[in-house]
């Protein structure tokens, strides 16, 4: 197998000298310094301010842009020429616009050179390799030209001049400063990492999915939000009822209908056949947001129907996988439909507002003929999706339950564990699985719902079921999801849904150090985790642990902002150390271009290095060396192969 390895390692160095060459070059990158990682998580469909905050690398570009020209600038040119690498279309048709042509040549000329200072500067850490492939391949070798004369010498200031004035003459000045702004963008951040939740609530999560596809490095953490979307195309029927229902219940049946091309018209018709509107079932909109009545009474049934379905399918996942140990969540077959009451913990609720039109109190959780055929529609409707189908595959691809990434390890939501600090563990045949090993064992099976892909009731897709809502998921790290409550029970005691211990285990430092050596980690390693929003507003930290651990879900969602008190938590590392950003509210677009309104608010040192840490000494190095101990015994026996 190894001869056949270095064969083929031959093969792409065709000369010994070749070989030496490339040993030599990645001997040379180890010794840079390591680049910028950008960490973000529960974007929740809010694409314009995770937009903003990619653009800007969480205040990472205006951080460079300071530190590129270190007071030569005054605070107002700064804040603008920051605008223009955020927005470069944008800023470019406003200054078009307010400029008189001969004032906007000067302006042209000013902002080219300023952003080749900018990108100069930001490819110091890079090699010429790296910084080239970010060029665009139309203007690689002007780019190229400039940026090695941007401060010519005395016998080279005319040949800078002439391609100056060549590119204002021939009116490529705008395109060269885009080619420059999203060029600074990809040097700036060399990597960004979602910590989950890329779905639901919000209005776009498309939109982050397509942004994401067109990042040069990335990786994901599934969230529980995340993985109910996954699971549809599996074929589990009670996520893709989830879906449409958290979807109705934040108005956002848009992004399956429009963004995704998936009909829902057979449930919408199904809904207004059965179901009245009522005012448990009112949706959750932006103000902003222009619905009519009927939309709005749309949305309710919608959401009904979907819980009624939803309570039938996921009731019968718990009678055929009493491994789950859920039976007490077949909250279906507890009602009383005698004086629509439910018993709970020993307490008789009544139920509010509870229609059950298709419910047969004999067989609570049997699905009508008309049921089995909506569901069948529905979910070839899901699975024909294209768009759906590419984004699911992209999570796939660049996704996990955890990542282990340069001394940090990265989970969305917890480690479940019992109060005493032992993991808590999911018994399956016979078999424990608990810490490292059970995100394992979900991860596997994830994959494997994939492969099987049959009618959505093999044990690894109702296992996608269990991960949104199950006590040992990982994902979820709740004692029960309460919704049946929530919506047909006043009792407020009822909607409690405790969070399991790691919860509060995460803030002793002990404990997140068993964690990290479980996942190989030392104690200079941190959790960087999403899932449950800061109260920041309360005076909550998002760092705990004495900085082990790390909280960067701030509030993305406007869902959440009333609760934290921000919009967002990210968090920026590179070669000095550790920020954590949080941000302001982001209005529009158009208010960042016209009055250069950026959403960081603060930059808080979370750790610093005392010396800048280079590539040998990430995750990126350990490949890189076994790349070069892998060429080197090449090279030793070049002749052999």
């Given at each position: 197998?190894?001869?056949?390895?270095?064969?083929?390692?031959?093969?792409?160095?065709?000369?010994?000298?070749?070989?030496?060459?490339?040993?030599?070059?990645?001997?040379?990158?180890?010794?840079?310094?390591?680049?910028?990682?950008?960490?973000?998580?529960?974007?929740?469909?809010?694409?314009?301010?995770?937009?903003?905050?990619?653009?800007?690398?969480?205040?990472?570009?205006?951080?460079?842009?300071?530190?590129?020209?270190?007071?030569?600038?005054?605070?107002?040119?700064?804040?603008?020429?920051?605008?223009?690498?955020?927005?470069?279309?944008?800023?470019?048709?406003?200054?078009?616009?307010?400029?008189?042509?001969?004032?906007?040549?000067?302006?042209?000329?000013?902002?080219?050179?300023?952003?080749?200072?900018?990108?100069?500067?930001?490819?110091?850490?890079?090699?010429?390799?790296?910084?080239?492939?970010?060029?665009?391949?139309?203007?690689?070798?002007?780019?190229?030209?400039?940026?090695?004369?941007?401060?010519?010498?005395?016998?080279?200031?005319?040949?800078?001049?002439?391609?100056?004035?060549?590119?204002?003459?021939?009116?490529?000045?705008?395109?060269?400063?885009?080619?420059?702004?999203?060029?600074?963008?990809?040097?700036?951040?060399?990597?960004?990492?979602?910590?989950?939740?890329?779905?639901?609530?919000?209005?776009?999560?498309?939109?982050?999915?397509?942004?994401?596809?067109?990042?040069?490095?990335?990786?994901?953490?599934?969230?529980?939000?995340?993985?109910?979307?996954?699971?549809?195309?599996?074929?589990?029927?009670?996520?893709?009822?989830?879906?449409?229902?958290?979807?109705?219940?934040?108005?956002?049946?848009?992004?399956?209908?429009?963004?995704?091309?998936?009909?829902?018209?057979?449930?919408?018709?199904?809904?207004?056949?059965?179901?009245?509107?009522?005012?448990?079932?009112?949706?959750?909109?932006?103000?902003?947001?222009?619905?009519?009545?009927?939309?709005?009474?749309?949305?309710?049934?919608?959401?009904?129907?979907?819980?009624?379905?939803?309570?039938?399918?996921?009731?019968?996942?718990?009678?055929?996988?009493?491994?789950?140990?859920?039976?007490?969540?077949?909250?279906?077959?507890?009602?009383?439909?005698?004086?629509?009451?439910?018993?709970?913990?020993?307490?008789?609720?009544?139920?509010?507002?509870?229609?059950?039109?298709?419910?047969?109190?004999?067989?609570p959780l049997a699905l009508t003929e008309e049921e089995?055929?909506?569901?069948?529609?529905?979910?070839?409707?899901?699975?024909?999706?294209?768009?759906?189908?590419?984004?699911?595959?992209?999570?796939?691809?660049?996704?996990?339950?955890?990542?282990?990434?340069?001394?940090?390890?990265?989970?969305?939501?917890?480690?479940?564990?019992?109060?005493?600090?032992?993991?808590?563990?999911?018994?399956?045949?016979?078999?424990?699985?608990?810490?490292?090993?059970?995100?394992?064992?979900?991860?596997?099976?994830?994959?494997?719902?994939?492969?099987?892909?049959?009618?959505?009731?093999?044990?690894?897709?109702?296992?996608?079921?269990?991960?949104?809502?199950?006590?040992?998921?990982?994902?979820?790290?709740?004692?029960?999801?309460?919704?049946?409550?929530?919506?047909?029970?006043?009792?407020?005691?009822?909607?409690?849904?405790?969070?399991?211990?790691?919860?509060?285990?995460?803030?002793?430092?002990?404990?997140?150090?068993?964690?990290?050596?479980?996942?190989?980690?030392?104690?200079?390693?941190?959790?960087?985790?999403?899932?449950?929003?800061?109260?920041?507003?309360?005076?909550?930290?998002?760092?705990?642990?004495?900085?082990?651990?790390?909280?960067?879900?701030?509030?993305?969602?406007?869902?959440?902002?009333?609760?934290?008190?921000?919009?967002?938590?990210?968090?920026?590392?590179?070669?000095?150390?550790?920020?954590?950003?949080?941000?302001?509210?982001?209005?529009?677009?158009?208010?960042a271009v016209a009055n250069k309104k950026d959403v960081?608010?603060?930059?808080?040192?979370?750790?610093?290095?005392?010396?800048?840490?280079?590539?040998?000494?990430?995750?990126?190095?350990?490949?890189?060396?076994?790349?070069?101990?892998?060429?080197?015994?090449?090279?030793?026996?070049?002749?052999?192969?």
């Open positions: 197998m190894n001869d056949k390895y270095y064969a083929l390692l031959k093969e792409k160095f065709p000369t010994k000298e070749s070989v030496l060459t490339e040993i030599i070059n990645l001997e040379a990158i180890m010794q840079l310094p390591k680049g910028t990682e950008h960490f973000v998580s529960d974007l929740h469909g809010e694409f314009l301010p995770f937009n903003h905050v990619l653009r800007n690398g969480s205040g990472s570009i205006k951080q460079k842009v300071m530190d590129c020209f270190e007071g030569r600038l005054d605070e107002i040119d700064v804040e603008d020429l920051c605008v223009l690498i955020y927005y470069p279309t944008d800023k470019l048709r406003l200054e078009a616009r307010d400029q008189k042509p001969e004032d906007l040549e000067a302006w042209y000329r000013q902002r080219i050179q300023w952003l080749l200072e900018v990108t100069n500067f930001a490819g110091t850490k890079y090699t010429r390799s790296k910084v080239r492939k970010s060029l665009p391949q139309q203007y690689m070798y002007i780019i190229e030209e400039l940026l090695s004369e941007i401060n010519p010498t005395v016998n080279k200031q005319g040949y800078f001049q002439s391609i100056m004035d060549k590119i204002i003459e021939y009116k490529q000045a705008p395109t060269l400063i885009r080619y420059l702004a999203i060029t600074i963008q990809k040097l700036t951040v060399d990597h960004l990492h979602v910590v989950g939740d890329i779905y639901d609530r919000g209005p776009a999560p498309d939109l982050i999915m397509d942004r994401l596809m067109a990042v040069d490095s990335v990786d994901i953490q599934w969230g529980n939000h995340d993985i109910t979307w996954m699971a549809c195309l599996a074929g589990s029927k009670v996520s893709m009822m989830n879906v449409i229902r958290i979807s109705a219940r934040y108005a956002n049946l848009d992004t399956i209908e429009d963004a995704y091309g998936i009909n829902i018209r057979p449930l919408i018709q199904y809904a207004l056949k059965y179901y009245e509107p009522l005012e448990t079932f009112q949706p959750r909109y932006d103000a902003s947001c222009q619905m009519s009545q009927h939309e709005i009474d749309i949305l309710n049934r919608v959401q009904q129907a979907t819980m009624i379905l939803q309570l039938k399918l996921e009731g019968q996942i718990y009678q055929r996988r009493p491994e789950f140990r859920m039976k007490d969540r077949d909250l279906l077959s507890q009602v009383n439909y005698q004086d629509w009451t439910i018993e709970l913990a020993g307490k008789v609720h009544p139920l509010v507002d509870f229609q059950a039109p298709t419910v047969d109190p004999a067989d089995v055929d909506l569901l069948d529609k529905l979910m070839r409707a899901f699975q024909a999706s294209e768009k759906l189908t590419r984004h699911v595959n992209f999570l796939l691809d660049n996704g996990a339950m955890y990542l282990v990434y340069n001394n940090n390890l990265l989970i969305h939501g917890c480690i479940p564990m019992h109060d005493n600090g032992d993991f808590k563990s999911l018994r399956i045949n016979m078999v424990s699985y608990a810490g490292k090993d059970l995100l394992d064992f979900y991860q596997d099976h994830i994959f494997k719902s994939f492969q099987d892909r049959g009618q959505g009731e093999d044990f690894s897709t109702d296992l996608l079921w269990y991960l949104w809502c199950g006590e040992t998921s990982s994902l979820y790290g709740k004692a029960g999801m309460k919704t049946f409550e929530r919506y047909y029970i006043e009792d407020l005691a009822t909607h409690q849904e405790p969070k399991n211990a790691y919860y509060h285990l995460r803030n002793n430092e002990s404990n997140c150090l068993d964690i990290l050596n479980e996942f190989g980690l030392d104690e200079t390693a941190h959790i960087i985790n999403g899932h449950t929003p800061v109260k920041a507003k309360d005076g909550e930290s998002p760092v705990k642990a004495g900085g082990r651990l790390i909280v960067i879900d701030g509030g993305f969602s406007k869902a959440y902002q009333s609760t934290t008190g921000i919009a967002g938590y990210t968090l920026v590392s590179n070669s000095h150390g550790m920020q954590l950003v949080a941000h302001h509210d982001f209005s529009s677009q158009e208010d960081v608010s603060l930059r808080r040192l979370v750790d610093r290095v005392d010396n800048r840490t280079l590539v040998k000494e990430t995750t990126i190095g350990d490949r890189l060396a076994k790349e070069i101990e892998d060429l080197n015994f090449l090279y030793m026996n070049y002749e052999k192969y």
